[in-house]
Nanobody
Framework: QVQLVESGGGLMQAGGSLRLSCAASGSSISISVMGWYRQAPGKQRELVATITRGGSANYADSVKGRFTISRTNAKNTVYLQMNSLKPEDTAVYYC?????????WGQGTQVTVSS
């Protein structure tokens, strides 16, 4: 059983920053890869970023250069530092984990960016 608990969402003006955190509990293999998806109203779910246990990260083109994913393996925690936020970043952000991809999900945290 994997549990993922997100925190750090909220309301921010465009150009501002927010940091999301996600604490995971479960077997080591189930959190080998951790990352974030987001889903805006009326839009498809979008993979934002992933990071392996070894620190290899990948990003969606829409967030490259603005968002940074990191993790603390000792704490089973993944972070998403979001800078230069834009209104189009408004979405529910979901933390995910899995052996190779993201197959376990948290409840999500709302991020709203006002113009």
């Amino acid at each position: 059983q994997v549990q993922l608990v997100e925190s750090g969402g909220g309301l921010m003006q465009a150009g501002g920053s927010l940091r999301l955190s996600c604490a995971a509990s479960g077997s080591s293999i189930s959190i080998s890869v951790m990352g974030w998806y987001r889903q805006a109203p009326g839009k498809q779910r979008e993979l934002v970023a992933t990071i392996t246990r070894g620190g290899s990260a990948n990003y969606a083109d829409s967030v490259k250069g603005r968002f940074t994913i990191s993790r603390t393996n000792a704490k089973n925690t993944v972070y998403l530092q979001m800078n230069s936020l834009k209104p189009e970043d408004t979405a529910v952000y979901y933390c995910g984990s899995g052996p190779l991809g993201l197959i376990y999900w948290g409840q999500g945290t709302q991020v709203t960016v006002s113009s």
